[in-house]
């Protein structure tokens, strides 16, 4: 591969007339200049100049080359402007993925806010309720909610939502509210077909241990859960970001709060990463990590 200081070098000695005020515009020694020609000119295999006291005459090799080493470098020169300006003005496309809940009720409301902030960056947004190959999957950022388990990925936490049992007020005026960890057995419970530890309640048992509980009726997404919940099916543990909107509103009612323990779920910004972060996604998961600091927990 050709040595594209060696290449600036060349061309600098041609613009300026002398080894001496080209060494002076790159920062180097007229000697190191010379040294830099020489090993073009092996690794080339030609003459590119005939060097005299006082001037240095191109030969119809170095003539050609001249011309190539001007447009590569204009070239370099323009990338790296292009590449400063990406830095500074982020721009592109960011493919995020995330299960259902976390897309519409975390990221879907910091969008308008975020393209306001970054302009030049577009967004893709993909939701599901099963872990993605980021690499496969050509995502970018994925939200993850819970522990994670690839450590080959990159990760920074956005904060973390505490869970709780809710129950919709119509619901609760059929069958009545449970009073205690053991009348939950005798009500109708919406849990999760996957994974298993979704379905243990941070509820005390004897031991102090949360309870696992097997639902009259399972689903694979905490919003499809919310929705059964919103229409009377039954009782659901779900996570505070998702429901916060309905216990305000006197949608859902919470349940057995005395019993409930302290548990909060993490929320993970994940990233494949080789090197530094491209600036597009820097930017969106520096964007989630501040707005989402007001929404979730920071424990």
Not at 177 to 205: C, E, I, K, S
Not at 232 to 248: H, K, N, S
Request: hydrophobic share 50%; aromatic share 4%; proline share 5%.
């Amino acid at each position: 591969m050709i040595d594209v200081d060696a290449l600036s070098a060349f061309a600098a000695v041609i613009d300026t007339g002398s080894f001496s005020a080209a060494a002076e515009r790159l920062g180097q020694t007229p000697s190191g200049i010379s040294r830099a020609i020489a090993r073009l000119e092996s690794q080339l295999g030609m003459t590119l100049m005939h060097r005299t006291t006082r001037r240095q005459d191109l030969t119809e090799e170095g003539d050609w080359l001249l011309g190539r080493a001007r447009k590569i470098l204009a070239e370099l020169e323009e990338t790296e402007a292009q590449v400063a300006a990406r830095r500074s003005r982020p721009s592109g496309l960011v493919r995020v993925n995330a299960a259902t809940p976390a897309l519409d009720h975390l990221v879907a409301p910091l969008v308008p806010a975020f393209l306001d902030a970054y302009p030049l960056i577009r967004l893709e947004l993909a939701s599901g309720e099963t872990l993605v190959d980021l690499i496969e999957e050509r995502a970018d950022v994925a939200i993850r909610i819970g522990q994670l388990a690839d450590s080959s990925l990159n990760a920074r936490r956005l904060g973390s939502s505490a869970l709780r049992l809710l129950a919709a007020p119509s619901y609760l005026a059929r069958h009545g509210a449970p009073a205690t960890v053991q009348a939950l057995g005798a009500h109708r419970l919406l849990g999760f077909t996957a994974p298993a530890t979704l379905n243990t309640w941070p509820l005390a048992d004897a031991a102090g241990e949360g309870v696992t509980v097997t639902p009259a009726v399972a689903a694979s997404s905490g919003e499809t859960l919310r929705h059964l919940g919103l229409a009377g099916a039954g009782i659901a543990c779900l996570a505070d970001f998702l429901t916060r909107a309905d216990v305000a509103a006197g949608r859902l009612v919470p349940v057995l709060e005395a019993h409930t323990l302290p548990w909060s779920q993490p929320v993970w910004a994940v990233f494949y990463k080789q090197g530094a972060l491209a600036p597009r996604v820097a930017a969106l998961v520096d964007f989630l990590a501040e707005r989402l600091g007001a929404t979730l927990l920071t424990r």
